[in-house]
């Protein structure tokens, strides 16, 4: 960087104060309104205020994106990062590629000037100043950018780097687009998706269940459930790039992303892989970043080392094999778990008389499903488990922390001595405990029951009395939050419907009882429909009060 711009950067940076609201009151009073209008669907920026200096920092900052020599989206990317947290950027994926492997990569030759370019998460628009420097024209481009933040940073950067009128930003969630959603803002369907894509755990992926249910229907292909955002990244732009059946004279689709090698070296992403060449066609070839630590700010949370070309061969456009479309399945939307393994219920599982007699204190159980019961009905409520408590069934777990005997309170170590003296500690069960009486149990409870053994067919229980369950029943958590308990009963009756044509599941066992384990029923295929249920609306993200 010159040493003018230089100088200029460190006034910007002075202004912004390390604030998101500093950095946004000079991003706004500088926007015309071609920068503005650069932006499909622009949030609503608010007005900055009149505050001291910002006159003299907008000048500063026009100067400096402007001043000849400067890398703007790396200019933009560092003062970005001098206004949000590394730990709210390691949450959202926010990490900047360096100009020079953005450069190498789009100096490969890949695209073509008929080529349709989306940048799935923009950030400051790196790739389209690869593209211009690089002197390939293409068709357009469009960036996608779901922090507004950011959005407007792309846009300053596409009016400092004149880019032509075709070069636009969208502020948008990348991960729910299809190919309906460009169309209907006049923008061309992609040919090509380039992407750095943000790399968050699945379960912290707002939404999951709702873009996993629309890539399986528009895709046919299931996001692996321990992928992260990388994989849905590749999935979206596999659906957006790929070719519709009548796709002549249109160019090869092509996605090009960037992806730190343990992602790509992870088992689900190979699925993944395999899974679009089978069915679309995606073939992949990898190429190694010459320079592996890329990050603008030099993070190793950035430290990407190979860059994907997934090209669709001719035969993406033969009709998919049958057997390769994957049918949605229960594991979609409910993850079965076998319940607690005690080893000894007897000691372990204490009726109220017990509790009572013992004092044994409430901090050191929990509410259990209790064993040998029968549920007819649909919902098991508290007042069923209160009903069962009451009439002597033993309802309480004994959840103790691991330590020493003698740590605990006197009824406890009385009641752990008993158990020593009964054996209790030579099960098999509790050797493989740390400690033997320290029954590792989960964090929440099931969202349904599912009977283990069973005539028929299996069947769900809506589990509204929040208790835990042992092994003599399935749990089922929802593959995201269910509050609402009209919802929650819709997706048991709809468990249930579904659960009437698995005539064939399970082992039979004498007398016509059937056992089905967790893994065979996870794969069982459920009817899409269901996944809708799941596929619930959020409120639309806007900018958190960025000028309060
Ligand atoms: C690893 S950064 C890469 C930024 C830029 N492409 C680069 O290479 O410098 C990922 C970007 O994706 C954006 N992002 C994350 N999730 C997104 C989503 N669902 N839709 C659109 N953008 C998203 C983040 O805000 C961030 O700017």
Redesign the pocket.
Same mark, same amino acid.
């Given at each position: 960087m010159r040493s003018r711009a230089e100088t200029l950067y460190r006034d910007v940076l002075r202004f912004a104060d390390g604030s998101t609201k500093g950095l946004l009151q000079i991003l706004v009073a500088s926007a015309q309104k071609s920068t503005y209008q650069r932006i499909v669907s622009c949030p609503t920026y608010p007005v900055p205020a009149n505050s001291a200096g910002l006159h003299l920092a907008v000048d500063q900052f026009l100067e400096m994106i402007h001043s000849s020599g400067v890398h703007v989206?790396t200019l933009l990317?560092r003062i970005f990062l001098s206004v949000r947290q590394l730990k709210e950027r390691k949450r %959202?994926?926010? @990490?900047?590629?360096a100009a020079s492997v953005?450069e190498w990569a789009l100096a490969k030759g890949l695209l073509t000037s008929s080529d349709d370019v989306c940048?799935?998460?923009?950030? %400051?628009g790196? @790739?389209a100043d690869a593209i211009l420097r690089n002197g390939q024209p293409i068709r357009s481009y469009v960036g996608?950018?779901?922090?507004p933040v950011?959005a407007l940073c792309a846009a300053h950067a596409l009016e400092a780097l004149n880019a032509p009128e075709c070069y636009r930003l969208w502020y948008?969630?990348?991960?729910l687009l299809g190919k309906t959603d460009f169309t209907a803002r006049g923008l061309a369907v992609p040919t090509a998706v380039i992407?750095?894509?943000?790399?968050?755990r699945s379960r912290n992926l707002t939404g999951r269940a709702r873009i996993r249910a629309a890539l399986k229907s528009s895709l046919g292909v299931t996001v692996p459930s321990l992928a992260g955002?990388g994989s849905y990244f590749i999935s979206r732009a596999a659906d957006l790039a790929g070719a519709p059946k009548s796709a002549e004279g249109r160019p090869k689709g092509k996605l090009l992303f960037?992806l730190p090698k343990e992602a790509a070296g992870a088992a689900h992403v190979q699925r993944l892989l395999d899974d679009l060449r089978r069915t679309h066609g995606w073939t992949s070839q990898q190429f190694a970043i010459p320079n592996k630590q890329t990050g603008?700010d030099r993070h190793a949370s950035?430290a990407l080392a190979l860059f994907f070309l997934f090209e669709q061969t001719a035969s993406a456009t033969a009709p998919r094999p049958r057997e390769s479309v994957p049918r949605a399945c229960l594991q979609d939307v409910v993850h079965v778990k076998r319940g607690i393994s005690t080893g000894f219920n007897e000691f372990f599982v204490l009726t109220d008389e017990e509790v009572r007699r013992r004092k044994i204190l409430k901090k050191r159980l929990c509410k259990v499903l209790p064993t040998r019961i029968s549920i007819k009905t649909k919902q098991f409520s508290e007042a069923d488990w209160d009903q069962l408590r009451l009439s002597n069934h033993p309802c309480w777990l004994l959840a103790l922390p691991k330590g020493e005997i003698e740590d605990f309170e006197p009824a406890i170590q009385e009641y752990l001595k008993e158990g020593l003296r009964r054996g209790v500690h030579e099960t098999p069960t509790a050797k493989t405990y740390r400690a033997w009486f320290s029954i590792p149990v989960p964090s929440s409870t099931p969202d349904v029951f599912v009977t283990y053994l069973f005539r028929g067919v299996p069947r769900f229980i809506l589990n509204d009395a929040g208790v835990l369950n042992l092994t003599n029943i399935l749990g089922g958590r929802f593959v995201s939050a269910v509050p609402e308990a009209k919802r929650r009963e819709l997706i048991v009756d709809s468990l249930n419907a579904q659960a009437k044509h698995w005539t064939k599941a399970g082992r039979q066992y004498k007398g016509g009882l059937m056992k089905i384990e967790p893994k065979e029923l996870c794969r069982l295929p459920i009817d899409s429909s269901l996944l809708k249920l799941f596929d619930w609306k959020k409120p639309k993200a806007v900018p958190r009060s960025l000028f309060d």
């Amino acid at each position: 960087m010159r040493s003018r711009a230089e100088t200029l950067y460190r006034d910007v940076l002075r202004f912004a104060d390390g604030s998101t609201k500093g950095l946004l009151q000079i991003l706004v009073a500088s926007a015309q309104k071609s920068t503005y209008q650069r932006i499909v669907s622009c949030p609503t920026y608010p007005v900055p205020a009149n505050s001291a200096g910002l006159h003299l920092a907008v000048d500063q900052f026009l100067e400096m994106i402007h001043s000849s020599g400067v890398h703007v989206p790396t200019l933009l990317a560092r003062i970005f990062l001098s206004v949000r947290q590394l730990k709210e950027r390691k949450r %959202t994926g926010t @990490f900047f590629t360096a100009a020079s492997v953005a450069e190498w990569a789009l100096a490969k030759g890949l695209l073509t000037s008929s080529d349709d370019v989306c940048d799935a998460g923009a950030g %400051t628009g790196v @790739f389209a100043d690869a593209i211009l420097r690089n002197g390939q024209p293409i068709r357009s481009y469009v960036g996608v950018e779901n922090d507004p933040v950011l959005a407007l940073c792309a846009a300053h950067a596409l009016e400092a780097l004149n880019a032509p009128e075709c070069y636009r930003l969208w502020y948008a969630n990348f991960l729910l687009l299809g190919k309906t959603d460009f169309t209907a803002r006049g923008l061309a369907v992609p040919t090509a998706v380039i992407a750095n894509p943000p790399f968050v755990r699945s379960r912290n992926l707002t939404g999951r269940a709702r873009i996993r249910a629309a890539l399986k229907s528009s895709l046919g292909v299931t996001v692996p459930s321990l992928a992260g955002s990388g994989s849905y990244f590749i999935s979206r732009a596999a659906d957006l790039a790929g070719a519709p059946k009548s796709a002549e004279g249109r160019p090869k689709g092509k996605l090009l992303f960037f992806l730190p090698k343990e992602a790509a070296g992870a088992a689900h992403v190979q699925r993944l892989l395999d899974d679009l060449r089978r069915t679309h066609g995606w073939t992949s070839q990898q190429f190694a970043i010459p320079n592996k630590q890329t990050g603008v700010d030099r993070h190793a949370s950035n430290a990407l080392a190979l860059f994907f070309l997934f090209e669709q061969t001719a035969s993406a456009t033969a009709p998919r094999p049958r057997e390769s479309v994957p049918r949605a399945c229960l594991q979609d939307v409910v993850h079965v778990k076998r319940g607690i393994s005690t080893g000894f219920n007897e000691f372990f599982v204490l009726t109220d008389e017990e509790v009572r007699r013992r004092k044994i204190l409430k901090k050191r159980l929990c509410k259990v499903l209790p064993t040998r019961i029968s549920i007819k009905t649909k919902q098991f409520s508290e007042a069923d488990w209160d009903q069962l408590r009451l009439s002597n069934h033993p309802c309480w777990l004994l959840a103790l922390p691991k330590g020493e005997i003698e740590d605990f309170e006197p009824a406890i170590q009385e009641y752990l001595k008993e158990g020593l003296r009964r054996g209790v500690h030579e099960t098999p069960t509790a050797k493989t405990y740390r400690a033997w009486f320290s029954i590792p149990v989960p964090s929440s409870t099931p969202d349904v029951f599912v009977t283990y053994l069973f005539r028929g067919v299996p069947r769900f229980i809506l589990n509204d009395a929040g208790v835990l369950n042992l092994t003599n029943i399935l749990g089922g958590r929802f593959v995201s939050a269910v509050p609402e308990a009209k919802r929650r009963e819709l997706i048991v009756d709809s468990l249930n419907a579904q659960a009437k044509h698995w005539t064939k599941a399970g082992r039979q066992y004498k007398g016509g009882l059937m056992k089905i384990e967790p893994k065979e029923l996870c794969r069982l295929p459920i009817d899409s429909s269901l996944l809708k249920l799941f596929d619930w609306k959020k409120p639309k993200a806007v900018p958190r009060s960025l000028f309060d």
